[in-house]
């Protein structure tokens, strides 16, 4: 299984941002669709008071900063000249929603959409939209917002698909800003598969693609959990991808890219469990030779000479 898909973290989070601009962005595309890679995924279109495009919802109602570049544009414009599929990553509040806060997350994110949709719908290569709350249990209400958010993306856009990127609460599920690298205490396999029965069962119609984050649990773990994962996307009539995670949580610094041969376990568990596509999080940063991880552009060379791909570069 190769890595066909990738994140754009270009509102980063806890990863630390490479300042590129249209040029290094415009190398990093030609470079994705010579790997293979046929789908982007914006991660977030805003998060806080930063923002990707200069949106008029999220400056009056959110207070955001205008960002001196349309980046929406920019990966759009990009994606149509390589023959990649976009799918546009929601707003994502920092605080709504993890406060408990459920309907204020959805009310401005309903309001992104219609913005965005008016905006750039027309574009030939907008092909889907992305959930970017993440969650990995039957937390509060986010059913309810992912069912509320999926159904008026696809409204609008007259059923492009919707995406989420859950992960699992596995031995590997701690928080960036702590210091240790595991905790004891995990979901389990059985209740992993309970409550994402429940949550699915919720969702249905309304989100089409599940692909969960393959970094939380033990290696020995994932064969495992990625079968219980395809179980119940056919359940429920779910496409099943998987996101191969290419920066390492194993390590006292975070976050540096993967070592290869994790990478490629981690491929082979989810060809082995039947998913359909491996997307990533991502490319440019952990990846790319144009990454400023110098160890990214080793793992893309590791990569290439495994699937006999010619490198670019």
């Known amino acids: 299984m190769r890595i066909t898909g990738t994140f754009l973290d ?53 207070g955001c900063f205008n960002p001196p570049l349309d980046l929406v544009d920019l990966f759009l414009r990009l994606a149509e000249k390589y023959r990649i599929d976009f799918y546009f990553g929601l707003y994502d509040s920092g605080q709504y929603w993890s406060a408990g806060q459920y309907q204020k997350e959805v009310d401005i994110n309903l309001q992104v959409i219609d913005e965005v949709w008016a905006r750039y719908g027309y574009r ?20 309810d917002v992912y069912a509320s958010m999926g159904r008026h993306c696809k409204d609008i856009s007259t059923g492009l698909p919707v995406l989420i990127s859950p992960y699992i609460d596995g031995i590997k599920n701690v928080s960036s800003a702590e210091a240790g690298l595991s905790k004891t205490s995990t979901v389990g396999l059985a209740q992993h598969e309970k409550e994402w029965n429940e949550i699915l069962d919720g969702i249905r119609g309304v989100v089409d693609i599940v692909a969960f984050q393959d970094g939380h649990v033990d290696y020995n773990e994932l064969y495992d959990y990625l079968q219980v994962n395809k179980m119940l996307m056919e359940k429920h009539h ?55 991880y110098l160890q990214a552009g080793h793992l893309y060379q590791r990569y290439c000479e495994h699937f006999h791909i010619q490198p670019g570069g």
């Not at 630390?16 to 046929?38: C, L, S, V, Y």
């Not at 914006?42 to 009056?60: E, K, N, V």
């Not at 092909?127 to 986010?142: A, D, F, N, P």
């Not at 491929?267 to 990846?287: D, R, Y």
Request: hydrophobic share 40%; net charge positive.
């Open 10 to 62: 270009e509102i980063s989070h806890d990863i630390p941002h490479q300042n590129w601009g249209e040029a290094e962005w415009e190398r990093d595309f030609a470079i994705m669709q010579k790997t293979g890679i046929d789908t982007v995924i914006l991660i977030r279109c805003g998060h806080r008071r930063w923002m990707t495009f200069p949106s008029q919802t999220l400056s009056a109602k959110q």
């Open 124 to 143: 030939k290569a907008f092909k889907g939209w992305y959930l970017s709350q993440e969650v990995s249990r039957k937390t509060g209400q986010m059913t």
């Open 238 to 292: 779910l496409r099943c991808w998987t996101n191969c995670e290419s920066f390492d949580r194993d390590m006292p610094i975070k976050f540096l890219p993967i070592k290869w041969e994790k990478l490629l376990l981690k491929l082979q568990a989810a060809e082995q469990a039947g998913l359909e596509k491996a997307i990533t999080f991502e490319f440019s940063h952990f990846m790319s030779p144009n990454s400023c």
